[in-house]
């Protein structure tokens, strides 16, 4: 299985912008069938899949938050990336960046997560 | 979107007790053209990312101990453990992967 592991700031102010980094090793990004997903968990709550993205380019987002999120990979540093525009106290979580096998979409492999917190 | 509803929100089980834990969508999860359910269920310790125990609603993932299952089909899920262990104490969540969308449900609350 592929290790991940998150990175970015842990502090993002409100209508700032979000973003994270997965950087994931033991696996080339750029092998077909993967899809390299965001999930986010409030403190105390449940989990809520962001979006994925497909090593073509290809991203699904969840329609609660496509206005305002952005999924990018960077093939040269086997990283992808988040970005979550306009953040509010809401969007406080941890953020989790995870992978599924080729031959289906549960997630077999998740990074440690990482806490963001929205806060001026 | 498909919602996931568990029940119950939580329970405690004595050791080596059966733990029994359920969940709903809110459509059907089996695809007819494999007859597969789109189900995965998770287990989630304190401060750790959640584990994958079971997908196709039934299928342990490798190195889960064959006490937890895994059965159900359609909208009616079911995660049991079989003989409670003290590492079991966690929260257990079920995932639909039929649609995009992915949603997971609540959660259920495992103490002994």
């Known amino acids: 299985q592929v290790q991940l592991q998150e990175s970015g700031p842990g502090l993002v102010k409100p209508s700032q912008t979000l973003s994270l980094t997965c950087t994931v090793s033991g696996d080339s990004i750029s092998s077909n069938n993967y899809y390299w997903s965001w999930i986010r968990q409030p403190a105390g709550k449940g989990l809520e899949w962001i979006g994925r993205?497909?090593?073509?380019?290809?991203?699904n987002y969840n329609p609660s938050l496509q206005s305002r999120v952005t999924l990018s990979l960077d093939t040269s540093k086997n990283q992808f990336s988040l970005k979550l525009n306009s953040v509010t106290a809401a969007d406080t979580a941890v953020y989790y960046c995870?992978?599924?096998?080729?031959?289906?979409?549960?997630?077999?492999?998740w990074g440690q997560g990482t806490l963001v917190t929205v806060s001026s | 979107d498909i919602v996931m509803t568990q029940s119950p929100d939580s329970l405690a089980v004595s050791l080596g007790e059966r733990a029994t834990i359920n969940c709903k969508s809110s459509q059907s999860l089996l695809y007819s053209s494999n007859n597969k359910n789109y189900l995965a269920w998770y287990q989630q310790k304190p401060g750790q990312p959640p584990k994958l125990l079971i997908y196709w609603a039934s299928t342990r993932e490798s190195g889960v101990p064959d006490r937890f299952s895994g059965s159900g089909s359609g909208t009616d899920f079911t995660l049991t453990i079989s003989s409670l262990q003290a590492e079991d104490v966690a929260v257990y969540y079920c995932?639909?992967?039929?649609?995009?969308?992915?949603?997971f449900g609540p959660g259920t609350k495992v103490d002994i």
């Open positions: 993205i497909h090593n073509s380019g290809t991203t």
């Open positions: 995932q639909q992967y039929y649609t995009t969308p992915f949603t």
């Open positions: 995870a992978t599924n096998p080729p031959n289906g979409n549960w997630f077999d492999s």
